[in-house]
């Protein structure tokens, strides 16, 4: 995983999305710009931000996939070792990979630990960097993306997740009306989204308890600052409120 790049954000993983901030900042948006629409201007997540949140890379190769000559099947026994029955158009289950790769054995080969390796990479872009509204699924063709390591380690994985959460925010911003709310339905890594707001608006941060060693200001990636915190989990409204009206203007410009 750190050959992959990928190292970084594992300590992030963990983090949650806070359904009511997420909502208030969806409704912000504006596609055909790609930014928040706030009082005193428009501002936006830059790859800058990506790159010092998370410890991805935003220069690099394409993210790119190949479809394989292979069926999925057969691609998942070589890269996996192991495969589903229910392999419907390539699409697998999240908990049927953790599930079955939840501990690798202490007297595991270095083919077996690679795939182990591939199926933790794999859960985790389905299930975080390039989440779909199912939540609960991914699909295989992110499996080619770790099938090298070192090919891996040339992606520019940070303005993937970058250009991904951009269209799934555009998606959802479309699709909302004045009464509905997200809810879970959102695509996209929402742990950058709730990183970014609480770094650029203080004032809508958690309570932040640090535990352990004191996490400094120069952390790296910055975004460990925040574990573990207590988020707020209030309404859309009170983040609207503390958007649009509350301290509108603290917003903080250089992280």
């Known amino acids: 995983l750190v050959d992959a ?6 300590p992030l993983a ?8 997420i909502t208030a900042l969806v409704e912000r948006w504006r596609p055909e710009t790609s930014t928040f629409h706030m009082p005193f201007g428009e501002v936006t997540i830059t790859l ?53 790769f939840d501990e690798l054995p202490l007297s595991a ?5 690679e ?21 609960g ?14 090919r891996a380690g040339r992606f520019a994985w940070g303005a993937a997740v970058l250009s991904y959460l ?16 997200l809810g879970g339905d959102f695509g996209g890594w929402a742990a950058l989204l709730m990183l970014w707001t609480w770094e650029r608006f203080p004032h809508t941060s958690p309570l932040h308890a640090v535990t352990g060693a004191q996490i400094t200001q120069d952390a790296v990636p910055r975004g460990i600052r925040w574990l573990p915190a207590q988020t707020r989990q209030h309404g859309d409204q009170f983040y609207l409120y503390k958007l649009w009206f509350d301290e509108c203007t603290t917003f903080v410009v250089s992280i």
């Open 5 to 10: 790049g990928l190292s970084s954000v594992l």
């Open 14 to 21: 963990p983090l949650t999305g806070d359904p009511g901030l």
């Open 48 to 100: 800058e931000d990506v790159a010092t949140l998370t410890g991805l890379a935003i220069d690099g190769d394409a993210v790119i996939v190949d479809i394989p000559d292979e069926d999925w099947s057969a691609m998942c026994l070589r890269l996996l070792g192991q495969a589903p029955t229910d392999l419907g158009g390539g699409v697998i289950r999240i908990t049927w990979l953790r599930e079955t």
């Open 109 to 113: 080969s270095p083919e077996t630990t």
């Open 115 to 135: 795939q182990y390796a591939r199926a933790y990479a794999l859960s985790l872009m389905g299930g975080v960097l390039f989440s779909d509204r199912s939540g």
């Open 137 to 150: 699924s991914v699909h295989l063709q992110y499996l080619l993306l770790v099938e090298d390591w070192r």
């Open 166 to 181: 951009y269209r799934e925010m555009g998606r959802s911003a479309l699709q909302m009306t004045a009464s509905s709310s």
